[in-house]
């Protein structure tokens, strides 16, 4: 499989003389869905925002399709679509005003964009409230409009942080269902979450950072195996790789 994403020796942070990640290098291919799991503070958002191009790294570079950031910054940028952890909107804007920004950030045509946002409008139950402002949402209702705005222009690389704090449970099953379509169509997916069990179903391969650095990564079985115990579930691994507690 092709990679979409490839991050290599990626070292650094909000100051040059003290980096947030060291040496972090991992990628993700087409058609599969990345983990990307550790504790608070261990540097996934880094992360996220040195692939997003919004830092510049110390050291090693981000590069999607063959290409970093600092060299096309559009064409990097047109890969990928980011679903935020805290959503980001335009309070002056109408939920159909944020569907019709984003299709022409991303040069959708008018015909795609029309067959596109009405079933995804309705997967999320949005479909009768086109016309309302973001004061008018509930946190949930701010997520989805993030998550209708990604999934709207069908880039090959979805960033995810912490996608399901927020959202209903139908609102969790409609979002996985996307993800395992979209997946299935040749995309990558980068997710970051704390719900290790949700992760455990659904990716398929996990990156496990602490204090800046991957202590892990593979699939379920790899880690398993990395860590001497075949039945050990994404909980148990990421204790054991956090803490360096045996179950
Ligand atoms: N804006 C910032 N300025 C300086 N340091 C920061 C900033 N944001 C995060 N950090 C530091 O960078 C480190 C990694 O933080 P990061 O937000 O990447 O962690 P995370 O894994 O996403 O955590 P969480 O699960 O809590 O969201 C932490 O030590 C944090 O204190």
């Known amino acids: 499989m092709k990679n979409i994403l490839e991050v290599t020796n990626l070292t650094g942070g909000y100051t040059y003389d003290r980096p947030v990640l060291h040496d972090v290098s991992f990628s993700v291919r087409a058609r599969e869905v990345i983990g990307l799991i550790g504790l608070n503070g261990a540097g996934k958002s880094t992360t996220i925002k040195h692939i997003l191009g919004l830092m ?12 970093t950031f600092k060299e096309a910054p559009e064409t990097y940028r ?21 569907l019709q920004m984003m299709a022409m950030a991303y040069n959708l045509d008018e015909t795609t964009f029309e067959t596109r946002v009405h079933p995804l409008l309705k997967e999320f139950n949005m479909d009768n409230k086109v016309t309302w402002f973001p004061s008018h949402f509930s946190k949930g209702m701010r997520q989805k409009v993030m998550i209708l705005c990604a ?25 996985l269902e996307l993800i395992e379509t979209r997946k299935n169509n040749g995309a990558g997916i980068l ?22 650095k991957i202590v892990m990564q593979g699939t379920l079985e790899e880690l398993q195996a990395q860590m001497g115990h075949p039945h050990a579930t994404l909980d148990d691994i990421y204790i054991y790789a956090s803490r360096g507690k045996k179950v």
């Open 56 to 67: 510049e790294p110390v050291k090693g570079k981000t590069v999607i399709h063959g290409t």
């Open 151 to 175: 999934f709207l222009v069908e880039p090959d690389l979805y960033i995810i942080d912490e996608p399901f704090v927020g959202l209903d449970p139908l609102g969790i099953h409609s979002l």
């Open 78 to 98: 047109s890969h990928l679509s980011y679903i935020p952890e805290t959503p980001i909107l335009y309070e002056e804007m109408t939920l159909w005003e944020h």
């Open 191 to 212: 997710m970051s979450t704390h719900i290790l069990p949700t992760a455990q179903q659904y990716c398929d391969r996990f990156i496990i950072l602490h204090e800046g």
